[in-house]
């Protein structure tokens, strides 16, 4: 599948990956990418283990050299510049700090070796612990700081250096849930304190969705669909990325027609019409989809609205996760569907065996190809 090239604007600083390829031997990691980072974005590149994102974050740091394509930043062939003379800076989910230096000499230490006048380096380095909230802590040693503490240390220690780009591999990976909420807040406000480009790397759906401007959703090494979050959530382009950020129910279909501004739709002996602007394919076979949120569960079918879809079912199992109860109902063709009820505190959650309706409005569908293989949904540890 082609993925076109995201809009930039000509900035002078872009970053574009053209035709980027790399070979392991006989493995292809990353397979013809190409892709624009505008200048001053947050950039995601998002996917499961072994679909090439840090691969491709590699060889823009100059860690791997592509086997073929060019990686340009602010028009300048950086293909096969060594990673030090590149204005790129990479934080990685090991701070890989000085454990017998303090703070202070951390942050400052890139500026140290490139000579930079002692009186410089203590105002950048004030400057640098100020910007992630670590005034104060310039005397102590990496050892006397928490998780969260230390990363920003690595932060302010690569931003120091003023790159054009900063590289994140996966950097809150070892951090704890409550933690890594706070550092995503925090990491979208310095970047946007900063103005310099940033390119995320992670398989934290949440993540990427709450920090990214844009999000790239990366597949066996190339990019299944690039876009703002909002927009691949709510219009996903295949049923990798459907099931991939987020969860999807996707009922096997054939379209049979069209309808005004509808198309329509057969799926197990029920006809459905759905927008035809939440449409990616026209005729022939089909996945219908609608997010699990996007249901609604009614115990008399007759307050089901008429302008609504709707399935008859059986509940399979109740989960209460405190914000919502996540049901499975078995519809009558024998497929469960998830649903994801709010707690709203006016009514008990239903139990296993309870007969419902569900349904939902067309527009909350949407229809995909049936050319590419579902994906399982992927679960984030906890």
């Known amino acids: 599948m082609t993925v076109p090239t995201q809009p930039t604007g000509g900035h002078a600083g872009d970053l574009e990956l053209s035709a980027v390829t790399k070979r392991f031997g006989a493995f292809t990691a990353v397979d013809q990418l190409s892709l624009t980072v505008p200048e001053g974005s947050f950039f995601a590149l998002l996917g499961a283990s072994g679909c090439g994102k840090t691969t491709t974050l590699r060889m823009v740091a100059g860690l791997e050299e592509p086997t073929a394509g060019t990686v340009v930043l ?7 510049v060594r990673p030090y003379a590149r204005p790129v800076n990479t934080v990685f989910q090991s701070y890989a700090l000085f454990p017998h230096m303090t703070i202070a000499e951390n942050v400052g230490f890139g500026l140290k070796q490139k000579r930079v006048g002692r009186k410089e380096i203590a105002d950048r380095v004030r400057e ?9 802590f310039d005397h102590r040693r990496p050892a006397q700081l928490s998780g969260g503490q230390q990363q920003r240390v690595a932060l302010a220690r690569a931003l120091i250096n003023r790159p054009q780009v900063l590289l994140l591999d996966e950097p809150l990976g070892a951090l704890d849930l409550k933690l890594r909420r706070q550092m995503q807040i925090e990491l979208k406000r310095i970047q946007t304190e900063v103005g310099i480009t940033f390119v995320h790397v992670t398989h934290d759906q949440e993540e990427a969705m709450t920090m990214a401007d844009t999000v790239a959703v990366m597949n066996a090494g190339r990019i299944e669909q690039l876009g703002a979050p909002t927009e691949i959530y709510e219009f996903p382009t295949t049923a990798f990325v459907a099931n991939f950020l987020g969860q999807s129910n996707l009922l096997t279909a054939s379209v049979t027609g069209a309808n005004g501004g509808d198309v329509l739709v057969e799926a197990y002996g029920k006809r459905f019409a759905v927008p035809a602007g939440r449409c990616r394919v026209s005729d022939g076979s089909a996945y219908l ?4 949120e996007k249901l609604h569960v009614a115990v008399d079918s007759a307050t089901v609205p008429g302008s609504h879809i709707h399935v008859p079912g059986e509940i399979t199992d109740s989960s209460y996760v405190g914000v919502s109860t996540q049901y499975l109902v078995r519809a009558p063709w024998g497929e469960e569907l998830s649903v994801f009820a709010p707690n709203s505190g006016t009514e008990g959650p239903l139990q296993p065996g309870a007969h419902v309706s569900l349904h939902w409005h067309p527009s909350h569908s949407f229809l995909l190809a049936r050319d590419n293989e579902v994906a399982e949904p992927v679960l984030e540890a906890a």
Do not use: K, N, Q, S
């Open 74 to 80: 602010g028009g300048r062939d950086i293909t096969r």
């Open 128 to 136: 640098m612990l100020a910007l992630v909230e670590l005034t104060g």
């Open 289 to 292: 989809g609608v997010r699990p």
